[in-house]
Antibody, heavy 117, light 110 residues
Framework: QVQLQESGPGLVKPSETLSLTCTVSGGSISSYYWNWIRQPPGKGLEWIGYIYHIGRTNYNSSLKSRVTISVDTSKNQFSLKLSSVTAADTAVYYC???????????WGRGTLVTVSS | QSVLTQPPSASGTPGQRVTISCSGGSSNIGTDTVNWYQQLPGTAPKLLIYSNNQRPSGVPDRFSGSESGTSASLAISGLQSEDEADYYCVAWDYSLNGWVFGGGTKLTVL
């Protein structure tokens, strides 16, 4: 079955860029919306943005100036870059598959990224 | 402050029925459907209810959802200890042009 797996550094310094990749296995990255969602420790979920397989993106307006989501269909991967990070960006970052703007049906296990010097 | 409002906590005893509310507005729940996710401790959220009241394959029929106007509810009947988790509502917001989540409700089975 289709599985999602996040990967990337677990520690990022303040003011630097957080970079994560989500690898989609067991299925094609085509025809779905691919999302990033985060959860600060002990807090709720926040949608970061999505990319459609052909490259169209949509970002949370509160993060838009710092976020870039890209896709590499040849590798069945999509990626997140979040620039100028601060301690407030410390969170578990999840990738999730979306059926349009209907719902997220599959999630990765999540990866904790800590912003600290 | 979350766009969708949920009570921070709920509780019940085994076998009881509990409901969790989710209040939104005309640009989200009032216009489109609501989905519910269950997050067990230390795990990723799992789709519990989609399109207000639809259960994915494998979700017990003890879980049900409803929607009215700008609010939605998740009901859990025959409460079991394994239902102890955080529950989140989420909807598309047409004004923000993005997904909005509720703050989450921590369900405790007493």
């Amino acid at each position: 079955q289709v599985q999602l797996q996040e990967s990337g550094p677990g520690l990022v310094k303040p003011s630097e860029t957080l970079s994560l990749t989500c690898t989609v296995s067991g299925g094609s990255i085509s025809s779905y919306y691919w999302n990033w969602i985060r959860q600060p420790p002990g807090k709720g979920l926040e949608w970061i943005g999505y990319i459609y397989h052909i490259g169209r993106t949509n970002y949370n307006s509160s993060l838009k100036s710092r976020v870039t989501i890209s896709v590499d269909t040849s590798k069945n991967q999509f990626s997140l870059k979040l620039s100028s990070v601060t301690a407030a960006d410390t969170a578990v970052y999840y990738c999730a598959r979306g059926l349009g703007i209907q719902y997220f049906d599959l999630w990765g296990r999540g990866t904790l990224v800590t912003v600290s010097s | 402050q979350s766009v969708l409002t949920q009570p921070p906590s709920a509780s019940g005893t085994p076998g009881q029925r509990v409901t969790i509310s989710c209040s939104g507005g005309s640009s989200n729940i009032g216009t489109d459907t609501v989905n519910w996710y269950q997050q067990l401790p230390g795990t990723a959220p799992k789709l519990l209810i989609y399109s207000n009241n639809q259960r994915p394959s494998g979700v017990p029929d003890r879980f049900s959802g409803s929607e009215s106007g700008t609010s939605a509810s998740l009901a859990i009947s025959g409460l079991q200890s394994e239902d102890e988790a955080d529950y989140y509502c989420v909807a598309w917001d047409y004004s923000l042009n993005g997904w909005v989540f509720g703050g989450g409700t921590k369900l405790t089975v007493l």
